[in-house]
């Protein structure tokens, strides 16, 4: 059987840049069961609700939800369970730092495959204001618009 490699990507939270600043990414496994994997295979993953809690000394991905594998029997998973996530001990207690300063979250990223384990990209980050989300989206039309003029003055320059 041949080895996977490299990254293959599932799922991606966009809306996490633009509702939170995020300050630091890292890594993290997932405790997954057969079912999970072979919807996740499928391409099939959602991470619009999901963030991060810890419990304990452990650190839960909660609210991710993977549809039940359709070719499952009794052995299929709930979509919605809650998934222990695997870091390094260091990597853990950065985390869990973070999470206990007030207003910092703990939010996934991506979703994918990385050489054939399923692997989530976790963000710290604070939440943005609405007049944050506002100048954002500003900034970002005037570097396209300033783009667009630079590429049209460069057309008509030949």
Not at 14 to 25: G, L, N, S, T
Not at 59 to 83: A, C, D, F, S, V
Request: aromatic content about 6%.
């Amino acid at each position: 059987m041949v080895k996977e490699t490299g990254r293959k990507p599932i799922a991606q939270n966009r809306k996490a840049r633009h509702d939170y600043h995020i300050e630091d990414v890292v890594e993290a496994g997932l405790v997954l069961t057969g079912t999970e994997v072979k919807s996740l295979r499928q391409g099939r993953a959602s991470l619009v609700d999901a963030f991060a809690a810890v419990r304990g000394h452990e650190l839960w991905l909660q609210g991710m939800h993977i549809p039940e594998y359709k070719h499952g029997t009794w052995t299929n998973h709930e979509p919605r369970r809650t998934r222990k996530l695997l870091l390094h001990k260091d990597e853990l207690q950065k985390l869990i730092r973070a999470v206990e300063q007030q207003g910092v979250s703990v939010i996934p990223l991506s979703l994918y495959f990385k050489d054939g384990y399923a692997k989530v990209e976790l963000g710290t980050g604070r939440g943005k204001k609405d007049y944050d989300k506002r100048q954002a989206l500003a900034e970002r039309q005037a570097s396209r618009e300033a783009q667009r003029a630079l590429s049209d003055r460069r057309r008509g320059g030949r």
